[in-house]
């Protein structure tokens, strides 16, 4: 006895846990980053800085510190293919076309590269290019859209024009027939079924949107459904809805105004009595654990709303739900053993913050 616990105490710690666990609770996730700086879906500008304060504030090292494999393919950049093209309430439309393109090619080229892909914004309207991508590349979709908001105005029923507030309903194809013709988006065709996307969050719906909530029986849990049955019990029934064999690859489009503004302050259309960050932990922990996680949008993270304090709290609050997302589980990790020790891949280093 003596013998052998001596042996154990003069072998590296690491070496001790490698044969005691032959499998190991740490994520191994392939991920790729792609950065959306975009702010043209909305008013407020410092948006499009989100990218780089979720970067600077550690949200790779997260998920490298758990052993995914990390691929970051930079910001999106684009060039406006038709400037001056207008759309009757659609602001700076011509910008959102040129930009969604490139970001739908991205997110494509991440995920037929094998990845999981994870996108940071910018605003919602980014909503677009991402789904459209993920869609392009694995086929018939479920959305989780969590978020204070519905996100589902047309231009005819949106009462500001701000784009952030319509992508959900130019990706649906039961809505596809309440738009005019949109130049230059011939590149995006809304294929998804409503039918496929559920809502978890939501405290701020206009009136139209709420119309067409019902007439197409979305599945939609607000926070009273979360006060009523539990957030566990609301993200299970999301999943359920939307994807019941598990077959369809799953987008989470991840809204950080859908947690309550104590915890994440510092974004554009703020709503109180939100979710809490346990709560949105739990939904991107359920998420993991269903295995079916293909792409995941955390977005309106906005720099340049609130003070040093708030940003810092909101940036932490970003990198908690989207580690849970990607495999991080509180009651801890075990160490990472030799072999799994992660890479880092960085497409575009002048883009990012990390090296
Ligand atoms: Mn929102």
């Not at 494509?108 to 309207?125: I, M, N, T, Y």
Request: hydrophobic fraction near 35%; include cysteine.
């Amino acid at each position: 006895m003596n013998s052998l616990r001596r042996t154990l105490l003069h072998r590296p710690a690491k070496k001790i846990f490698a044969r005691l666990f032959a499998s190991n609770n740490n994520s191994n996730a392939r991920v790729g980053i792609v950065g959306v700086p975009f702010e043209k879906g909305q008013r407020n500008s410092g948006v499009s800085r989100g990218p780089g304060v979720l970067r600077a504030g550690g949200i790779v090292q997260d998920l490298l510190s758990f052993g995914c494999d990390v691929k970051d393919y930079g910001d999106v950049d684009y060039k406006v293919e038709q400037p001056g093209t207008q759309v009757n309430n659609m602001l700076e439309y011509d910008d959102f076309a040129s930009c969604m393109e490139k970001v739908s090619s991205t997110v494509k080229q991440v995920l037929s590269e094998g990845r999981l892909c994870l996108s940071l914004g910018g605003d919602h309207s980014m909503g677009v290019g991402t789904i459209d991508g993920h869609y392009q590349a694995k086929g018939d979709l479920a959305v989780l859209w969590v978020d204070a908001h519905a996100d589902i105005n047309t231009n005819a029923t949106s009462p500001t024009g701000n784009l952030h507030g319509m992508p959900v309903a130019l990706l649906v194809k039961e809505l596809a027939d309440y738009w005019p013709y949109l130049p230059g988006m011939d590149w995006q065709m809304p294929k998804l079924s409503i039918k496929n996307i559920a809502y978890i969050g939501l405290r701020s719906v206009d009136e139209y949107e709420s119309l067409i909530l019902e007439k197409f029986g979305v599945t939609a849990f607000s926070m009273e459904d979360v006060e009523q049955y539990g957030v566990h019990e609301v993200t299970r029934r999301a999943l359920e809805a939307i994807n019941p064999h598990g077959d369809r690859s799953l987008h989470v489009s991840f809204d950080i105004d859908s947690l309550d503004p104590i915890e994440a302050p510092s974004t554009g259309t703020a709503e109180r009595g939100g979710l809490s960050l346990r709560e949105g932990v739990h939904i991107m922990e359920t998420v993991f654990a269903s295995g079916t996680l293909g792409a995941m949008d955390l977005v309106e993270v906005n720099p340049g709303i609130g003070s040093e304090r708030d940003v810092k709290i909101t940036v932490e609050a970003a990198r908690q739900v989207v580690r849970a997302g990607f495999g991080y589980k509180r009651r801890g990790m075990r160490p990472l053993l030799a072999q799994e020790i992660p890479g880092l891949i960085v497409k575009n280093s002048s883009q990012s913050e990390i090296n």
